[in-house]
């Protein structure tokens, strides 16, 4: 379990910002200026569905290029074990902007209304005399796309948005932008001008938070069919599944390990000829070679919106006093047990690119082995800024690791909850918790198999070992211990909502 890692020196200093906190925005410039330190700007872009493995200094994908993850990784830190506690869109983004698992802040799903008194935290770097931005996806909750608390400067759009021509909501006024102009571009053009117009006397912090690479996925221009002759390996956990009738994707890789077939959950099964399986997905609509290099070509927008920014710090002076954060919302699965998409609780899904660059702060080419978590995002912000993390964030700061510091008792493992969509009822709600060594899976709420994975010795997760005698007591630790974190979070209530249906006020007299 994890424990608050507090040095001397980090202690004073929050309860200096705490004080700080109380006081205007120019008496907390006034008390930065008087200590001499120049407080660090931050810059957080994220990306949609970007899995943890395919980038280019992974060499997980043959060909696949992306020379600025590279650049953060060579000079800053990559975060090599980062996971999100919800393998979705709206509940992730909710966990990193609050510091909170999903069931504290009950945005569970893509659909439902924001809920009152959540705190986001920007607004406390606005109170400490940040000036902040918000730049692209917020689909967080709901499709209202009008300015949220704690950003000056509001660039969004509805929902899950569009790839090209689209309307942008600036500063609660919707604009229909260029015929021809893409996402990616526009957000990164927003962000810089914005940072060319900043006041130049205050810190800054911009989240930058891109619509690519999600589904359906449509590359710029300038970059599509870039990648069509590139192989396409498919992994060797997607033929587990197959039948007589399944299509055959991809150069097929054989298992290394032992197998065990017997004890695939029939959910998964079922999901392969889905519209989140590869042998149904989005009903056909599209072959999935032509979806994996789609994918990888939406991607160079994101990566090169990353040297845009990179390149701008360096041109303005910015570089050495900013930090620049990459992350992904969460991951996703190609073709791994005969799925894609997100959702469960399998290391594509829940792992995530996590890269730091901070020149100063961050050791170049520093590797983290430690996990790392989405709720630990906003404690790490706020430390940045040199802010406490407020009681209510169950996240923790990882700014001590990369500044090379010691860190006692930190996480040995972490937890993770989705639960049942109905637009997409082929995946159940999923309880779990893995360790640096195993994974148990708890699929919730029907009668089938749940999992335990040797993911140490089985990366690909292709034997599950819940039968096995020898597996037994860990199998029951791990499931005690995720019911245990459940009930000392108060998470035994799933938090239902009734995102899909309008209220109708009329008195209930029996079933509809």
Known sequence: ?????????SFFRSLLWALVLLLAAPAGLRAQQRSKTKPMNVIFILSDDHRYDFMGFMNKVP???????DQLAKEGAH??????????????????LTGQYAHTHTIVDNNAPLPEGLTFFPEYMQKAGYQTGFFGKWHMGNTDDMPQPGFDQWISFKGQGVYYNPILNINGKPVQQLQGSYITDLLTDQTLDWLKKRDKNKPFFAYLSHKGVHAE?????RHAGKYKDMPVIAPPSMYLTATENSKVYGEKQEPKGPVNTR????????QRNSWHGVDGMYDGDIEFDAFYRQYCETLLGVDESIGRVLDYLKKEGLDKNTIVIYMGDNGF??????????????????????????????????????MMLNIDIAPTILAMAGLPTPDNMQG???LPFLKGQPVVNWRDRMYYEYYWEWAFPQTPTVFGARTDRYKYIYNHGIWDTNELYDIKNDPEEMNNLIRDPQYEQIARELKADM??????????????KNAPHKRIDLPFKGTY
């Not at 019911?483 to 239902?496: K, V």
């Open 1 to 9: 379990m994890m424990t608050h890692f507090i040095t001397l020196h």
């Open 63 to 69: 060909g696949l290029q992306t020379p600025y993850m």
């Open 79 to 96: 975060l090599e074990n980062a996971f999100v506690t919800t393998s979705l869109c709206s509940p992730s983004r909710a966990s990193i």
């Open 217 to 221: 996925f449509e590359p710029a221009k």
């Open 263 to 270: 004890d695939i959950p029939e959910w998964v099964r079922k």
């Open 333 to 370: 699965i190609f073709g791994e047990h005969g799925l894609i998409d997100k959702r469960n609780m399998y290391e594509q899904s829940i792992r995530v690119p996590l890269l730091v660059r901070g020149p100063g702060v961050v050791k170049p080419g520093l590797k983290v082995p430690q």
């Open 396 to 398: 923790t700061s990882f």
């Open 483 to 496: 019911w245990n974190w459940l009930e000392s979070t108060n998470g035994l209530q799933i938090p239902l």
